[in-house]
């Protein structure tokens, strides 16, 4: 049932002059803009990007097309203006911070400005092993990015999108996608930056025996801990169930991820609009998802990008991407080319003259 909200808002689309949903998605874009508002009239306001920067250990097993020092050579890369993401976001009007949290390079305040340091290690720990951060640097990166968004809303930012920068994170996502959404984990693997056919099944091969060992150790400290009996709590297989999804991404994650899942669980409770980037930005607003389920109202998906899992993490989720352009840069520039279509809803809504007004007769 629609709130009364909700109703006004439809009823002023509605009798936009123009056959009733002619305008297709820009309506249901309007109408969920609006609601995140809570406002007739929405606007967008000082557009922001924060692009997170992270290197994984996980990249040791050779699960990467890219080295590792790529990382700090593309965060040094964004202070020059030289990314992908920096001409987007001068095209369309984004501020842009750049932010390490955990790359493994020192880079020097001075020479490099623009780089916001909140570096909580040098990487993070190779989760074939062991569980890729602690509980405190977990709520550390969570920390980070609701710090960067509260930044970001003090300035007058209500539409925000997020994007990073640490080689080897399409690893971490396909993980918690499998382990997440129950997806097979070989139908969750890609190319990512650009491996060949037997380095993406290398890639798999790692995976799977982290997840094995993942799993094994969960099952160790569950039979370990017998005076706990949460068996009516729990689905058949408990890394599916929301309960798990913190313990599951602190495990697999990189910093600069989990700084981005905080980023959007503090933007949803701010009521910003988050455009949502591609498949690594999708993992973390997954966890976010199973962390806060409201954060999806507040969640625009860009587009659906290249790598091989995205399309089936999007449908999972329910989620409706705005843009299928083949693009796999991330970055965040997926999020930020959606801009414009989410500009026109608000136009539409604010700027359209009604039936009644413009003396149309009303036909349907």
Not at 113 to 128: C, E, M, S, V
Not at 143 to 161: F, H, K, L, Q, T
Not at 279 to 306: E, N, R, W, Y
């Amino acid at each position: 049932m629609m709130n009364t909200l909700q109703e006004a808002l439809q009823n002023k689309i509605d009798n936009l002059n123009k056959p009733k949903g002619s305008l297709g998605r820009l309506e249901s874009l309007a109408l969920q803009i609006g609601l995140i508002q809570q406002t007739l009239s929405p606007s967008l306001q000082h557009p922001c990007h924060i692009l997170f920067g992270g290197d994984h250990g996980i990249e040791r097993e050779g699960v990467s097309f890219s080295p590792r020092e790529v990382t700090w050579q593309q965060m040094i890369n964004y202070g020059r203006g030289g990314g992908g993401v920096n001409m987007f976001c001068r095209q369309h009007g984004f501020k842009l911070l750049v932010v390490d949290t955990g790359v493994d390079y020192d880079f020097d305040a001075e020479q490099y400005p623009h780089i916001i340091d909140r570096k909580i290690a040098h990487g993070t720990r190779n989760f074939l092993h062991e569980a890729a951060m602690t509980e405190e640097e977990w709520q550390r990166a969570l920390a980070i990015g609701a710090e960067m968004v509260d930044r970001c809303y003090d300035e007058g930012c209500n539409i925000i999108s997020f994007g990073e920068m640490g080689i080897a994170n399409t690893s971490p996502s396909s993980v918690l996608m499998h382990l997440l959404l129950d997806i097979p984990l070989e139908r969750c693997v890609g190319a990512g930056s650009g491996l060949p056919a037997e380095g993406v099944r290398h890639k798999y091969e790692v995976l799977r025996e982290a997840v094995e060992r993942f799993e094994n150790n969960r099952n160790i400290d569950d039979s370990n801990n017998p005076s706990v009996d949460d068996s009516n709590n729990r689905d058949v297989d408990s890394l599916h169930n929301p309960g798990s999804a913190e313990e599951t991404a602190r495990y697999f994650m990189g910093y600069e991820m989990a700084a981005a899942t905080g980023a959007m669980l503090r933007a949803a409770e701010r009521r910003m609009v988050v455009l949502v980037d591609g498949f690594i930005m999708t993992a973390c607003m997954l966890v976010a998802m199973k962390m806060q389920p409201s954060v999806k109202d507040c969640a625009v998906f860009g587009h659906c990008g290249d790598e091989g899992g995205h399309k089936m993490m999007l449908d999972a989720m329910g989620a409706e991407p705005l843009l299928h352009l083949g693009l796999r840069l991330g970055e965040g520039t997926g999020a930020i080319c959606a801009f414009p279509i989410v500009q026109s809803a608000v136009n539409m809504i604010n700027e359209m003259d009604n039936f009644a007004h413009a003396e149309i007769t009303k036909y349907f």
